[in-house]
Every structure is written in C-alpha cells, then in structure tokens.
C-alpha cells in the first residue's frame, strides 16, 4: 500500500483526524510504537472526544490514496495544576483555569519521514497552545532511546526539564523517559538554583568586567562613562519557532 519511498516531492496538507481514519490510524500506531493502544483511545481520537489531532495527508498520491493518513499527532487538555509539571507553570488564577497540552501520540510512516512531516504537525500544536490564552505549554513523554523524536523536540526549542527512570514497561522491561515542555504566553519555570547561580556569577562578572572596561577607556581616551550594555543573561529564554512556515515549506491548513 506504501510507497516504499518518496522520489517525488510530496504534497502535504494538514487536517483535523476524522472517523474515516479510523483503520489507518490504528495500523499505524501498531506499525510504529512498541506499546498498544486500546480502541477506545483511537475511537476518542477519530470523534475528537477529549482530544484534538491533526493528520497529515499526501495530495499527490497517484495511488488513490491522497486523503490517507501518513502523519498524525494526538493530544489531550490537562489542568496544569492537576499535572506533573505544575510545579514549573506560572499561574495568574485572575484570568481563569491554566491547562496545557499533552502530545499523546506523534507518527510518521517510515516513507514519508525526513520530509519535515513531524516538525510541521507539532509546530502546528504550538501554534494551537499559543493561541489559547489560558495555555502555558505543550508537554510529553518520549523514551530515552528514541534519538530522532528527541532531536526533533530538541530543535523545536522545547525544553527537556526531567528524566523518569523506568517510566515505560515494555515487555517486562523497564526503560527511562525525558519529559519536554514547550512554554507558551509567557509561562516559563521558575529558575534552578543552578541557573540562579550561573545569573549571580554572570552578573557580577559582567559589571566588573564592565566596571574595568570603563576605568580603562576613561584612563587611556579620558573619553566619559558610556552608557552601560545590559548585561548578558544567562537565563533560558522563551524562543518562538516560526509556526508560520515550516522547514520544508509545506502549510498547515
Ligand atoms: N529534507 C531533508 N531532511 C529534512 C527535511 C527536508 N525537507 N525536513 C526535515 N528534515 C530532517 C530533519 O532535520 C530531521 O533530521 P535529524 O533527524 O537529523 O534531526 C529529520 O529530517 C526528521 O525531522 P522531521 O522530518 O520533521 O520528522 P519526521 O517526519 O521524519 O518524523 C518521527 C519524526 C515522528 C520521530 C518519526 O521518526 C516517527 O514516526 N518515529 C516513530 C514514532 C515515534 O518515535 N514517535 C515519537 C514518539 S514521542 C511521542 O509520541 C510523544
């Protein structure tokens, strides 16, 4: 049923999972993850009941097949303070109830991958948390061993904030887990008191160095105090992708 591989350049639109995906959807879950999912999770996902899903779909197909599934990503609301990152949200209760998002499920069919298909459908959950104002992120669980989902996160700027030894069982073996949040509308952690110190330590260093820089420029050209830089922060900032295009130019629709 699968192309084997994509020589051409596919076309890829983006949409809302809908019952019709049902089948599809399940083959690939059982296709590319080593747990399994009951069908009650897929029945949730095609009727949209309690969570939201895109799929992706290759209009270009010669096969007949340009409205199958190839990509998908699940995902679920959850009440931030009811999550195992609360801890690390900002809350501002005046405006009303913080949830996040979860990534259920993210998946690509092995032909279609290397195509920018992953990158575009999580961009696209970003986009969907920023613009609800109550959001303050998107977060998952990926396997420790899964190097190509943990790149990805990676790239997207989402930030890994934990390691879970033996979350996963999988045929009676334990294996660890990286939890990964991306913050949106203005939700960040608090600070580490690694990261507090590595602030403190570049603060002092960057006024004396600041300090010294002016003594000497004062000394040598007796050229006036210039106007201090603001100094250099080493505090991790909130970098926004650009949600608007993806890496291989494809659009969510
Ligand atoms: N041309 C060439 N390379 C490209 C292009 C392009 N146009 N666009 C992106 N790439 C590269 C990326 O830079 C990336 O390179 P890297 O691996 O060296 O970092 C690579 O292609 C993959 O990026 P994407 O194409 O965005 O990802 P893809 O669509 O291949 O899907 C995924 C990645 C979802 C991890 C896929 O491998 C998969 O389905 N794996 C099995 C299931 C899985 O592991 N799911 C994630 C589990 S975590 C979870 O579900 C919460």
Known sequence: MEEPGISRRPSIYYRP????????????HRDIFPIKYESEFFQSVVNGVGIVSWAAVDRSRPDGHCD???GFVTAKFVLAKESEIDDLICYDSSQGEETLIYILTLGVVESYRNHGIAMSLISGVIRYASGLSLCRGVYL???AYNNPAIRLYNRLMFRCVRRLNGFYLIKRQHFDAFLFVYFVNGSRSPCSPLEVAMFVVNYMKNGIKSVASKLTRKEEKGLKWLVPKDTDCVLPTQTEPNLGSSSSGYGLI
């Open 68 to 70: 199958e599934l190839i």
């Open 17 to 28: 999972i809908n019952p019709n995906d049902l089948d599809r959807l399940e083959q690939i």
């Open 141 to 143: 669980h990926v396997i």
